[in-house]
């Protein structure tokens, strides 16, 4: 999920998928389905469209009949508007705001049960990715653009396809290999208007240094970082098979970040966010200065407090951390093309209609939920980024596998995508996790979150251990799915505390990742809570970094596994804070200090 970036060599990193640290959702929120909106007007045909289509029907003529033919093109144009203020430690970093447009060509040969996309051996798709195209609506400069792009795509993809030709000799596939590499989908039409918005920089100049200049009241806090962005964002695709599609979305957000340092070394980090829309209210200043004083309150509490050894045993999630948890542990296994391609661990790919985790579980993902309670959701989008309608699917039924995260790359059995191609500006779109909703289908497995610690202290005087964890933030986690490697997860918490059988209060501790395997994990929780959470960020993995969100109860687990965090050897700043350092004050007051009298 993530702007962190991946810390593994780059052998691995391209195995490895890494969630969204600094994405954390406020908020709590009981869980239900967004209610579709009126389908807006279509506006007049914008200059884009007129471009894309009119050069569309050009290329479909001409490369839909030479050898080999062109089978399928596609075009999309991302249109960006972003505005950021940044401020740090009560100064202002950085205000600007940019517009720019991306086109991606995509060029398919063959036909849609072979082409030049077929992963042989270890061969990758050389996608192409994404080139810079005029922000103004001149429709003879958009065209010379994708003409170019296209002539390129469809030479790479003729050679691709001829290598495929040659190396299926000599190279193996599994059975889930010998799928159809495209699907045929019912074409989708649908038009807005460019999405857009007008921001005054100055208020939230204003804002940014006032709550980094709140966190420099702490002599604990080495440094602070107050974002805010707006982000407009139009989607334009056209493609052979008719769809013709433009619509946007606006969305602000403003971030919250402050490090400290303990005295072993270890870096301490709190984070928060608010993400609201052009429909929903930003945050109020009360609320905001509230979590500022949390996260200061949080993090001068963490550099003090003690670490944890190495541990397995009870525990239980709260539901941020708990949907994090299923992301990793579950989701990215649900992803379909892991089922698909020969380097994958394929963990979950003849587990279909087979009991996966506790009956009482049900897993959904749904990118047409927009909200949960007043929580935005990250993970809502009405098309997919191949042009299929965003649809709500059902993965466990009550602890059952019943399906797949599908792109267009068809599985056996799941012949069709049902709208989880996803990706990042100039890579190739793959099944990908949008709005991983955790549900608890039995009444008698779900508790009050009061009543499930009651059962954490049960299961800790059960199992004869000194104390369990209860975990309450967390910023991310990573899983390895290739493979090859570990089918391993680690998850990684921010606040978590001991607590004891003998009802003496819960303690703050730090130092705490949690590991584990997933086939193992999903089928040691044993009740959850009553009070979904929610979980936003951002996920990185093959197609790049996309906003997903994921929602669960608290959960309780039987045993779960911790390891030491990675940590620094470089300890604390000899020389404390200026605005905290006592003795230059003194010595300034005397006069004796730099500028003073002699």
Partial sequence: ?????????????????????????????????????PVPQAPPKSAVMTAMELELDRSMKTLGAVDP?????????????????????????????VRARYLQVEVRVGDY?????????????????????????????????????????????????????????????SQEGSAPDFSKEPPQVYSEPRASYRVDRAPWEARVRAYTKAFRDSAAVLNSIATFSALAETEYQVNSEGTRLQFGHVSYRLELFVQTKAEDGMNIERYANFDWTDKSPAPEEKAVMAQVQQLIKEAEA???APLVDPYAGPAMLTGRAAAVFFHEVFGHRAEGHRQKELNEGQTFA???????????????????????????????????????????????????????????????GFPHSNGHGRRQIGLEPVS????????????????????????LVEQIKKQNKPFGLLIDDIAGGFTFTGRGLPQAFQVLPLVVYKVFPDGRPDELVRGVDIVGTPLLSLTKIIATGDTPEV??????????????SAVAPPILITEMEIQKKETSTDKPPILPHPSHDKQQASSTASGTGIGGRQ
Avoid at 8 to 29: E, N, P, Q, R, V
Wanted: with cysteine; proline share 3%.
């Fill in 1 to 37: 999920m993530n702007r962190k970036s991946y810390r593994m060599a780059a052998l691995l990193a391209a195995l490895m998928i890494s969630c969204a640290t600094w994405s954390l959702a406020a908020g709590k929120a009981a869980a239900g389905r967004a209610e579709a909106g």
């Fill in 69 to 97: 033919k062109a089978y399928y093109v596609d075009y999309t144009i991302n249109d960006h508007q972003r505005t950021e203020v940044q401020g740090s430690n009560g100064a202002l970093l950085d205000s600007n705001e």
């Fill in 113 to 173: 049960q072979e082409d030049n996309t077929r992963k042989v051996g270890d061969r990758r798709d050389n996608f192409g990715g994404a080139i810079s195209v005029p922000i103004e609506d001149d429709t003879n400069v958009i065209r010379r653009a994708i003409w170019l792009q296209t002539d390129r795509r469809y030479r790479e993809a003729a050679e691709a396809l001829l290598q495929i030709k040659t190396g299926r000799e000599v190279k193996v596939q």
């Fill in 302 to 304: 963490l550099r003090t």
């Fill in 350 to 412: 003849r587990k279909v209609n087979e009991s996966i985790m506790p009956s009482f579980i049900s897993v959904i993902s749904d990118p047409t939920m927009k909200k949960v309670g007043p929580t935005e959701l990250l993970g809502f989008y009405p098309f997919d980024d191949e042009g299929v309608k965003a649809q709500r699917v059902v993965l466990v039924d009550k602890g059952v596998l019943k399906n797949f995260l599908m792109s267009r790359s068809p599985l056996i």
């Fill in 432 to 455: 990908r996790q949008s709005n991983l909703i955790v549900e608890n289908t039995d009444p008698a497995r779900r508790v009050t979150n009061a009543q499930l610690k009651a059962l």
């Fill in 535 to 548: 979980f936003n960020g951002y996920c990185g993995a093959e197609s790049g970094s996309v906003p997903v």
